[in-house]
């Protein structure tokens, strides 16, 4: 089973910047796709970021130009750049991952998150 493990998460200043790593059990060379989601209390969750199998990447509309999703082949690390941070911005962000099974299924799988605080 895949295990996805988040860091880099913590306290910065409105303007600042953060990066956050996720690591993965197993090469990317079985991975569908690996997402960016981030969840603030009282919010629903948010899809941040993804980068495919290929490695083409995608952010979402309003976090372009301040987030950058990346990956090291030879490591086994999803990256997520985050620059200009604003309090807005603060949420737990969480790793996934899309794989296929023996069976042919796709599944899901989730990291715990690590937690961005960027206060004011």
């Known amino acids: 089973q895949v295990q996805l493990v988040e860091s880099g998460g913590g306290v910065v200043q409105a303007g600042g910047s953060l990066t956050l790593s996720c690591t993965v059990s197993?090469?990317?060379?079985?991975?569908?796709?690996m997402n960016w989601y981030r969840q603030a209390p009282g919010r629903r969750r948010e899809w941040v970021a993804n980068?495919?199998?290929?490695?083409?990447?995608n952010v979402e509309n309003s976090l372009k130009g301040r987030f950058t999703v990346s990956r090291d082949n030879d490591k086994n690390v999803m990256y997520l750049r985050m620059d200009k941070l604003k309090p807005e911005d603060t949420a737990n962000y969480l790793c996934?991952?899309?794989?296929?099974?023996?069976?042919?299924?796709?599944?899901?799988?989730w990291g715990l998150g690590t937690q961005v605080t960027v206060s004011s």
């Open positions: 996934n991952a899309v794989r296929r099974g023996d069976d042919g299924v796709f599944n899901d799988y």
């Open positions: 197993e090469s990317f060379d079985t991975i569908r796709a």
């Open positions: 980068i495919a199998q290929a490695g083409n990447t």
